[in-house]
């Protein structure tokens, strides 16, 4: 099923389908940006001389910018369009590969890191307005997965191919290769990207705005729930998958992110397939929870359940990434519990809660693995054995857990807009 079929007979113009592919590429070229430490973490720690706690830290450097920025990413998007802020947005990613890249110290590579994170919140919640400025509002949740699917392709691209260019040249050289993606996005965002006409808004209505939304308690446990689904993604595949599948089965490093590249393949497959069948039904809530749940199950056996085969790990990871790609009918659940006129707020607060879960998993992983550190160490990396991943990797199934029971604390929309 194509773009247009999923659309239906009254397709938009051809450049507002633009403007949202546009959209959606950046999300996928910030995922690649996002995973991209994944594969880089020996070769981070042997050049910067620092253990898993400070590579999580590093890595999660990218997730204090991107959630940190969410709010005001909306807020800004709903006051001045998102034609001008994805343009900037694009290019000061590029300029943060740069840092990242040429950077000789800890601070340095991190600040760069962090300017990535802070420019490529504008990718998702930039999509998802063009998509509601300009498409019919019962396609809003499978426009969400098609921007989803193109976002997991990116983490797919971050792991193995990634990988590929970073044996032949080396993470640095790598790095600066992909700043010339954020160029590409500044130009097309301008050339495509147009903004509806809205009436003016003072500083003083945007923030009550934003209070309306956070006094809402659905916000609140969809952006929980939303937090559940990002432990297996940004967690595992994010950052600390590849380094437990090569020490716990021996794998090499190239096949362990093909391996991990299978979650993010089940979410983008997962995103748009979820988005539709909600529409279809119409409705949220139990999709949320079954996705959820599948999530949650397919993680904890990923871990847990000894001696798997290689199609085995491939299969769970897949079930993992396609189940909490049910994230996606949260977006659509939480907008319809809020003003429509605040939906790139309501966006935003939501997706800074969810990418959260990178900024608090992935050093959190870290941190427990070098509290389980026997001492080992290896031309200059410390050494983590099988036991001591599964053991930090168990925070990861704590809050797909917590993410599941607040699924069951959601109320159904039957994706009508239930706020005035």
């Not at 392709?153 to 032949?168: M, T």
């Not at 003083?204 to 609140?220: C, E, S, Y």
């Amino acid at each position: 099923m194509g773009l247009p079929e999923l659309l239906g007979k009254n397709q938009p113009p051809m450049l507002h389908l633009l403007g949202f592919a546009t959209g959606a590429l950046f999300f996928l070229y910030a995922w690649i940006l996002r995973v991209a430490p994944s594969v880089m973490v020996d070769d981070m720690m042997r050049d910067l001389e620092i253990g898993a706690a400070l590579v999580g830290n590093l890595s999660a450097f990218y997730f204090y910018g991107y959630a940190g920025m969410q709010v005001p990413v909306g807020l800004l998007i709903d006051r001045f369009g998102a034609r001008r802020l994805m343009a900037m947005a694009g290019c000061v990613c590029a300029a943060g590969c740069v840092v990242f890249g040429m950077s000789t110290s800890f601070w340095g590579v991190a600040a760069g890191r962090f300017l990535i994170g802070a420019s490529a919140a504008f990718s998702l919640v930039g999509a998802m307005s063009v998509a509601g400025d300009w498409f019919p509002a019962k396609r809003f949740a499978v426009l969400s997965g098609i921007a989803m699917l193109l976002g997991m392709s990116g983490g797919v691209l971050g792991q193995a191919p990634l990988r590929l260019l970073v044996d032949r040249t080396d993470w640095r050289e790598a790095t600066l290769w992909l700043a010339s993606g954020g160029l590409l996005i500044a130009v097309a965002s301008w050339a495509f990207v147009r903004d509806r006409p809205q009436p003016e808004k003072t500083s003083g209505r945007m923030f009550g705005g934003l209070g309306q939304v956070a006094r809402n308690p659905q916000t609140w446990i969809i952006a929980v729930a939303g937090l559940g689904t990002t432990a297996p993604l940004l967690g595992f595949a994010g950052l600390w998958g590849v380094p437990y599948l090569v020490t716990a089965y021996g794998l090499d490093r190239t096949a362990a992110a093909s391996i991990t590249s299978m979650l993010f393949i089940g979410w983008g497959i997962g995103a748009p397939l979820i988005g539709w069948f909600s529409d279809y039904i119409g409705r949220r809530r139990p999709v949320f929870v079954a996705g959820m749940t599948l999530c949650a199950a397919s993680l904890t056996g990923l871990l847990y359940l000894p001696d798997l085969p290689v199609p085995a790990l491939i299969a769970l990871s897949f079930a993992s990434g396609f189940g909490g790609s049910a994230q996606i009918v949260g977006f659509a659940t939480a907008r319809e519990h809020n003003p429509i006129g605040l939906s790139a707020t309501t966006i935003g607060l939501v997706n800074g809660m969810v990418t959260g879960g990178g900024a608090l998993y992935q050093p959190l992983v870290g941190w427990c693995l070098d509290l389980a550190w026997n001492g080992q160490m290896a031309s200059g990396v410390r050494l983590y054995d099988a036991a001591a991943y599964r053991s930090a990797l168990s925070v990861l199934v704590a809050g797909a857990l917590i993410g599941l029971l607040c699924t069951l604390l959601i109320r159904e929309t039957y994706c009508r807009q239930v706020a005035p």
